[in-house]
Structure formats: C-alpha cells, structure tokens
C-alpha cells in the first residue's frame, strides 16, 4: 500500500504539482510528478521525499527539418471532422486570429499541422502541440543549402 502523498502524487499529470497536507493544519507541502520520479518537499518541516518510478522510458521528440516537400494530402478545414474543426479553430482563436482572417488554410493529416497558404504561394505548416518541433515548417523544394525559390507542389 502506498503512502497518502504517493497516492495523491500519482494522480497527478506528469509534470504537474499540488499541494498536500504533510504537517500542520495548512497544505505546506508540494506534490512533484516528475518524468522519473513522485516528490514531496515539505517547507514547513523540511521533509523530503522521492519515490523513482519503474520501467520508465524517455522518449526524444522528433524534430522535422525546416523546408519538407509538400504533403500528398491537404484538407481543407471544412473537410475535416467536427471535433478536428473545433481544435483547428480553437488554436487560431487562442493565437488572436478569427477565422475570416485566414485565407487558405488546410490541415496536414501526415504531419499533423495547420497549413497557411501565403499571398505568393509558399504553404507553411504551424505545429498544433507543444510536442512538434519546430514550431514553422516551409512546403516546398529548395536546394541542398536550405537556400531557393520555394515551388510549392500544391496546386489550388
């Protein structure tokens, strides 16, 4: 059976914190679920506590390069389902852009982006998880050095 601040620790997200009752009347002590490890750390009696979790594996995110050749398939926002609409929407929303604003925007289902079509035909790719690195791709042909026009192979 675990200890109460094991158990509380554990419902916890992964990197996320709470508070817990250690000694006292008051909450002064602090949850940690780290990748690899629960933690308590206690400021009213200086209590340090740490339990390492079993059979963890760290996993590196992958991280795209900067120019890629154009997705096979775009969809058009509306295409998408309900739910990946509201999510779509919802992103641009919480970046301050309403969706009259955007012009042509598509989704990615290979590479899972939001894809902006620009005034000279570039499309670039926006992550939608914090997870995607990097944040901005470009869609289209370049030379070795990363350098080039930029031809898109999507045509509207």
Sequence with gaps: MDAPWLQACKRLAVGQTARFRCCGRTPAAVLYNKPDAWQLWC???KTSLSERKQYVSLVQPEVLPRVLPAPA????ISQTS???QAQLY????SKGIWPEMVGEAYYSPEHKRLVLKTGNGILL????????SPKWVIYGNCDATGHGAYAPRFKS
């Design 125 to 132: 790719g926006r992550a939608l998880h914090d997870y995607q």
């Design 73 to 76: 398939k775009l969809l058009q």
């Design 43 to 45: 400021h009213r009696c």
């Design 90 to 93: 919802g992103f641009l929303m």
């Design 82 to 84: 309900a739910e990946l």
